[in-house]
């Protein structure tokens, strides 16, 4: 493999456990806290949640995104920071901690 090329894609650990535990529905808001490659954010938005708030520390993850976001359109916030402040990034995206019904980490 070339230095220049990139590894595969990550795969999230337990995607169908973890929609399903989470069970998505019209209006629901969740936060991605690893946004990484969007496996969980994409997987949420595709199975009804209403908005999804993406956040990582790396700006190479938040770039990926770009990628992809536009399928979701306003569904999808995307915010620079660590998850560590989650509550804070959820509410400067316009949802505050009453507001989301569920966290993926």
């Given at each position: 493999?070339?230095?220049?090329?990139?590894?595969?894609?990550?795969?999230?650990?337990?995607?169908t456990e973890v929609v399903a535990a989470l069970a998505p529905t019209d209006g629901a808001v969740f936060v991605d806290g690893t946004l990484g490659d969007g496996g969980y954010a994409r997987a949420l938005l595709d199975a009804g949640a209403a908005r999804v708030i993406g956040v990582d520390r790396d700006?190479?993850?938040?770039?990926r995104a770009q990628?992809?976001?536009?399928?979701?359109?306003?569904?999808?916030?995307?915010?620079?920071?660590?998850?560590?402040?989650?509550?804070?990034?959820?509410?400067?995206?316009?949802?505050?901690?009453?507001?989301?019904?569920?966290?993926?980490?």
């Open positions: 493999m070339s230095f220049m090329t990139r590894p595969p894609a990550h795969i999230p650990v337990l995607l700006p190479e993850a938040l770039h990628a992809w976001r536009g399928a979701f359109g306003d569904r999808l916030a995307l915010v620079q920071g660590r998850f560590g402040a989650l509550d804070r990034h959820a509410a400067e995206a316009g949802a505050g901690p009453e507001a989301l019904d569920g966290v993926v980490l």
